[in-house]
């Protein structure tokens, strides 16, 4: 039967899951008998307790585990700006967006989650659904940024799809938020005519 649990686990493509995830895939093991299990898969080195509630196999996904701390939430803003090379500062730290502004150090990943308002962060225009968690396109990350940052350094703006950018700007709601959008795109402009 733990052998069934452990299955049930290592067939799923996810790295990270709670333990409200691994019940449905449980379903006919009582609850306090699972979180027993679970337990017992930690002291053996198959599964890693990255926070109470929250598993992984040995090789999980960091960007998974940032999906799991906070729901709902996004990988956005420096994350996805480094990787898009819009920004050229690193970052050890996975930046999200989420309905709250709090940093959290789970298994030496440090998260910081930074809140957006709820009819944003609900929006699905510009997040891109990967295997375990969402990440929002280079163009909502950009959005996302503008938005929460006010008046932040971009190093390069040329890779921006800037009708994209005209296309979603306005989930955000708000005139001054435009306006700044607007101010980037003209700084662009200036430098790549």
């Not at 709670?18 to 930690?42: C, G, H, M, W």
């Not at 090379?85 to 730290?93: E, K, L, M, P, S």
């Not at 609900?122 to 990350?141: C, D, H, K, Q, V």
Request: net charge positive.
């Amino acid at each position: 039967m733990d052998n069934d649990v452990l299955l049930n686990i290592y067939r799923r493509p996810e790295t990270v899951l709670t333990v409200d995830e691994i019940a449905q895939l449980s379903r006919n093991i009582p609850y306090k008998s699972l979180k027993d299990r679970l337990s017992y898969f930690t002291k053996t080195g198959r599964l890693i307790r990255l926070r109470p509630g929250i598993y992984a196999k040995p090789d999980y996904d960091p960007l998974e585990l940032a999906n799991k701390v906070y729901r709902p939430a996004y990988i956005s803003l420096e994350t996805v700006l480094f990787r898009g090379a819009v920004i050229f500062q690193t970052y050890q730290t996975i930046f999200l967006v989420s309905y709250l502004t709090r940093s959290v150090t789970v298994a030496q990943t440090t998260l910081q989650f930074r809140k957006i308002k709820d009819p944003v962060l609900t929006n699905l225009t510009g997040i891109e659904p990967r295997l375990g968690y969402f990440i929002a396109s280079l163009e909502r990350a950009f959005l996302d940024a503008v938005y929460i940052y006010r008046d932040y350094h971009f190093d390069n703006l040329e890779v921006i799809n800037w009708e994209k950018v005209d296309l979603m700007k306005g989930i955000y709601q708000s005139h001054a938020f435009e306006k700044r959008v607007d101010d980037y795109y003209k700084i662009y402009q200036d430098e790549h005519g």
